[in-house]
Structure formats: C-alpha cells, structure tokens
C-alpha cells in the first residue's frame, strides 16, 4: 500500500500550524506516558482529524492528537494516541505518523506502552527498558521502498540506541527508580496472550509483550532516527489464580501508577540530549 | 474460470510459444550466489518477464528478470533470473506465479538458491547449506481456494526438499574437495534483517538460517508434485553478542554470495547432469 502521498501532505499540513517550530524529538505518548504530555509548554494541538488523509486512534485511553511544543528546554512533537494494526489498519498506515515526524526533522524518538510481563521475576508496575525487540507483526516496510527515507535492508542490529539506554540508567539511579532491561515482543491482539502463549514468548526469549511499538521503532530506524523504548509492566503471566482475568481497566491502572515516576524520567532524559 | 489459472495459463501459453516445443525438465531459481550459472545455458532463449501477459518485474537490488530457457548439463531447463520477493508488495499468487507457470511447461524437478543469514552459531560467511527442512513464517501462499488441478487441499510437509537429491549433492561436494552444511531454513517477510533476540529465537527454535524468500516457491512445487533441491549461501554469521559498530548490509551480503558462487554453481551443474 502507496502511503507517500498521505505522509507527505499531513507533514505540510502539521508545518503550516507550528510556524518555525523545528521539532527535534518525537514521543509516542503511550500507557503510562500521559502525563508527560502535560509538561509540554504552550503545546500546539493538533488533532488527528484535523489532518487530510490521517489514520484516526480508537483506542482506548488514546486521545488523537500531535502535540508540539517545548519540554525540558527542547521543541518536541509528542503523539497523544498512537496508530495500533489491531484496530484494522494496514501496518504501513500505523506508521504514517513516525515518517511525518521525521519529515518534521526529528532525530530522537521516544515511545512507551503496556506490556504483559513474560519474565516471571517482572512485577505489576515494573519499568523495562527495550534493549531489543521481536517482531511478530506485519513488518511495515513491506511494499516497494521509499529510498529517500531509508535502505530497502535495514539492520537491526541494534533498534535502540546505547547511548540514550545508559542515560535512562543514570537518571533512573538517580531518582531512586528501579529499571529492568529486556526484550519486547509484539504480536497483534487484540486478545491477551493465553498461558500457552505466554509459555512460547518466555521460550523463545522475551520479557515482555504487547501489541504495539515494533512497527513504529522499524520505521524510525529506516530512517536513520535513534530510539529510546520502555514498557510499563501492567500484568504478569506466572501462577494466576484459577479466577484471574486479564482486564483492560487494571491495566490502564497499574500503567497510570508507574506514570508519574515515568513521565519524569523521560523528562530528565530529554533534557540531558 | 479462476482468474489465478487464468494468468498461469496465459504466461506459460507465451512462454511455449517462444520454444520451439523444447519441454523443460528442471526449474532453477537463480537466486544469490546462482547467477553466473545463467552464462552456462547453451542454445539459449531469453524471456524477459515484461513481454510475458501478466508478469510484474522484480524490484529487488542485483536481480535481473528473465526466463532463459536452454540446455545445461545436457538437459532442457528453464532458469529465472530474478524472483518476486513478499517483502517487495506482491502478493504471494504474483511470488509463486513463475512456479505455476514453470510446472505449466513440464518441469519435474526445482533448484532453488538463497543468500541467507546463518543462525547456526557454526556457520559462516561463504558456508553452503543444503536446505533440509524449513520453518515458514511467511503467509502460506496456498491459502485461498485449493487449485485441484495443481494438487491437494492439505499438501504433506514431511520431505519438502528431495532426500535423494540432498545425497547426490554431497556426493558431488565431497568429489570436488569440499563440504556442505545442511540444516532448517526459516523464512520471514523482511525487509529489515533480524534483530539479535530474532536470531535467538530462530536458533531457539531449531532454524540454521534464515532468509527472506524460497519458502512460498518451495510450497507451490510440492503441491503440484515437483521435486525440490535448495542451497542456501551464508552470506552473515550471528553471534551470541554483536560487536559494538557491527552493521548487517545489503552490499556485505551480495559480495558474500558471489564469493561462494562458484562452488555453488559447480554443485547444481553437477545435480543436472545426474537428472
């Protein structure tokens, strides 16, 4: 699917609303992030519906707008509501929004979800940061390459960026927040995984699930932007009772728990770039 | 009538009547590392794919796209010299069409060829690995309603690639003074190469190489009954941990494969002329 024309003239249509607003950083405002969209100064929203030919978030807890403004001394674009390829989408429209932002210039960004804990030492609430990633969604640079974003081969070796990993280790030390460091998988829902799954994740060497995130980091990295990742553990897969459910309001709870400590994080971090 | 076979139909009909009513015998993928085995075929007709009905042309870097239809090792076959990769936007009927239509044209046999990226902790760059078995990740391309006249509904799995092939190869591998590895090749869409924890999961999971093509064709030749030889080149090695400025490339990877491709091209000679 040719998605060019529509990056193209939402990226025009995002520059003429910010003036000579040069946003360098992007977020993905995910589970967890919320509030640090609210220490954006003097944001510009933008609505995704105010956009031509713009893919539109339903899901739930994400509202749809960009936000551009500055946080932490820098101009960033922040996403309030991502794209997921649950919701029907094609994988190459859930992207649509990473390739306007480096359009817009970014070099950096910065995305967070909820993730299912695989690890059986994860806890509720946990901060993980993503030192890599499986992917087991619809890899969204199928179709003919857009040479004047990226290689038609991508490496991977290495999605997320080392040097803003050890920066999230030093400020997490020290604020006093515990970090775990993992493996991200992601497949696309939207059912929860079963304990059967969970099993085939934990074997084949993730800590974490979810159904997002992969698809935007692979974009971002065929083009050449550094990426910083981390997932809030929002519920775990080891010894459920026999009545346990997994139930989207106590995630969207534990995710709102650890937000605080999160979205201060993210702040310091971007302001030591 | 369903248009799939409809389009088969058309191309082969075009292809034939380039031919001279010469009936291959053998199908040849000329993948990575393969295309200088395209020089080799005498007496040759060249058919580019933009002049059959219904053929797209393949988009992937170092990938011409013909038929050549000519003899090598002293039988008829019929080569093709660039495939159509998932990876690319087609759909699996388009990356499977040139199987259906080289089966449409007689052939009973099918050599295919990959650059591949080992997972296998012992392999390295140059190896050559006779494909045992696979693991598909890619979309079956035999979903949609069965094409009776093509085979089964439910096609068996259990022997993918011909044992009695695999044996002539090593045979003629150790006649010339070297060896082949042979192991699982797992195929998955691409276009990104893997990530480590991706490489950990296929080798978790009991895959030597991994690659992003071969499969869907592989698939379609056994439903309709042909038999399959494949040979992957190692064209990159996985390690436990990546060196700190370690890139995976597409250029390190073309290089690697024409490097390997002469014992290759050796190996399927010698295969042809045994048929």
Do not use: W
Not at chain 1, 136 to 149: K, R, V, W
Not at chain 2, 78 to 107: C, N, S, W
């Amino acid at each position: 699917m040719d998605t060019r024309k529509s990056i193209y003239s939402a990226a025009e249509f995002v520059k003429s609303r910010i003036g000579d607003l040069t946003p360098e950083i992007g977020i993905v405002l995910g589970s967890g992030l919320g509030k640090l969209g609210g220490l954006i100064e003097d944001p510009i929203v933008i609505p995704y519906s105010a956009i031509p030919d713009f893919p539109q978030s339903t899901a739930q807890g994400h509202a749809g707008n960009f936000l551009v403004g500055h946080l932490s001394g820098r101009t960033v674009i922040a996403m309030q509501g991502r794209i997921h390829y649950y919701e029907g989408y094609a994988i190459q429209q859930t992207v649509i929004p990473i390739r306007v932002m480096k359009l817009l210039g970014i070099k950096y960004l910065f995305v967070s979800n909820a993730a299912g804990g695989s690890n059986p030492a994860y806890k509720v609430g946990d901060l993980m940061i993503i030192r890599d990633h499986i992917n087991l969604l619809p890899n969204p640079l199928i179709g003919p390459n857009m040479d004047e974003f990226g290689p038609r081969f991508p490496d991977m070796t290495r999605p997320y960026d080392l040097g803003l990993i050890r920066l999230a280790k030093e400020v997490a030390a020290e604020q006093g927040v515990d970090l775990r460091e993992g493996v991200y998988i992601s497949c696309t829902g939207p059912t929860f995984e079963t304990p059967g799954e969970y099993r085939f994740f934990r074997t084949i060497g993730a800590d974490a699930v979810g159904m997002s995130t992969t698809p935007e980091v692979i974009v971002a990295r065929h083009s050449g932007i550094a990426v910083f990742g981390m997932s809030v553990i929002t519920d775990v897969a080891t010894d459920n009772p026999d009545d346990y459910v997994t139930d989207h309001l106590d995630i969207i709870k534990a995710a709102d728990a650890a937000a605080d400590k999160m979205s201060r994080l993210f702040a310091t971090i971007i302001s030591r770039l | 009538m369903d248009t799939r076979i409809e389009t088969i139909e058309k191309a082969a009909g075009y292809i034939k009547s380039r031919l001279d009513g010469r009936e291959p015998i053998a199908g040849i993928i000329l993948g990575s590392g393969l295309s200088s085995l395209a020089d080799e075929i005498a007496d040759r007709t060249v058919i580019p794919y933009q002049d059959i009905p219904g053929f797209p042309v393949s988009t992937a870097p170092g990938h011409k796209s013909n038929f050549i239809v000519g003899t090598l090792g002293g039988r008829c076959v019929v080569a093709m010299q660039g495939r159509f990769h998932y990876y690319e936007g087609y759909g699996m009927d388009t990356v499977t069409l040139p199987v259906r239509v080289m089966k449409k044209l007689g052939i009973r046999y099918l050599f295919v060829s990959n650059a591949a990226g080992g997972v296998n902790l012992d392999y390295h760059v140059g190896d050559l690995m006779v494909i045992r078995d696979h693991i598909n990740l890619l979309p079956n391309p035999l979903i949609g309603p069965n094409m009776d006249e093509f085979g089964p509904r439910f096609p068996d799995m259990t022997r993918p690639y011909d044992l009695d092939l695999i044996r002539r190869a090593h045979e003629i591998a150790a006649k010339h003074g070297f060896t082949l590895r042979e192991g699982t090749y797992i195929g998955n869409t691409g276009p990104t190469y893997e990530t480590p924890s991706e490489y950990n999961y296929f080798r978790i999971i009991g895959a030597d190489a991994t690659g992003m093509s071969t499969i869907p064709e592989v698939i379609v030749a056994r439903h309709c009954g042909i038999s399959v030889f494949g040979m992957s080149v190692i064209t990159n090695e996985t390690k436990k941990e990546f060196a700190p400025d370690y890139v995976n490339d597409g250029l390190d990877v073309i290089a690697a494969a024409d490097k390997a491709a002469s014992r290759m091209v050796s190996i399927f000679r010698s295969l042809i002329e045994t048929l």
